[in-house]
């Protein structure tokens, strides 16, 4: 495989990431983007946050997600994609989760950045990436 075929299965798979955000984004998930991105332009960089705790792992686990640093562009566009299903859905316990896991993986995010991607930058772990772009689209500033 060429690496020209790899740079643009990595640029369709960021530009999901952007469709993702242009229909039906919950409102938690722009109150949790507009924070992000309010932060990064003023500070340029979060503040150093602390990994995820063990609660929020399980968080992670309970629905088969891997952390964020272990994370491909496909597996954070799809996951992405059943925490806006599940941020409106009936079932409380469901919706609940949505948001804090979207909060979880801005932590993640958060720490990541803020380490300056020195150990998280990877060929094939580059969820982060796909989790900034959501932010940086369905944020309003």
């Known amino acids: 495989m060429s690496s020209l075929a790899f740079d643009e299965d990595k640029f369709s798979s960021l530009s999901t990431s952007a469709m993702l955000a242009r229909g039906g984004v919950p409102e938690s998930h722009r109150r949790v983007a507009d924070n992000y991105m309010v932060i990064k332009k003023v500070y340029g960089a979060p503040v150093v946050q602390p990994r995820i705790t063990n609660q929020e792992r399980a968080l992670l686990a309970k629905y088969d997600f891997n952390p964020l640093e272990y994370s ?4 954070i566009n799809e996951e992405l994609s059943f925490l806006k299903r599940w941020s409106s859905s009936l079932e409380k316990n469901l919706k609940q989760d949505s948001d804090d896991i ?15 991607y020195i150990n998280f930058d990877s060929e094939i772990y580059g969820g982060y990436k796909a989790i900034e772009r959501y932010l940086e689209e369905i944020s309003k500033y």
């Open 72 to 75: 491909t562009i496909k597996q």
């Open 102 to 116: 979207i909060q979880i993986r801005v932590k993640e995010l958060k720490f990541i950045v803020a380490s300056r």
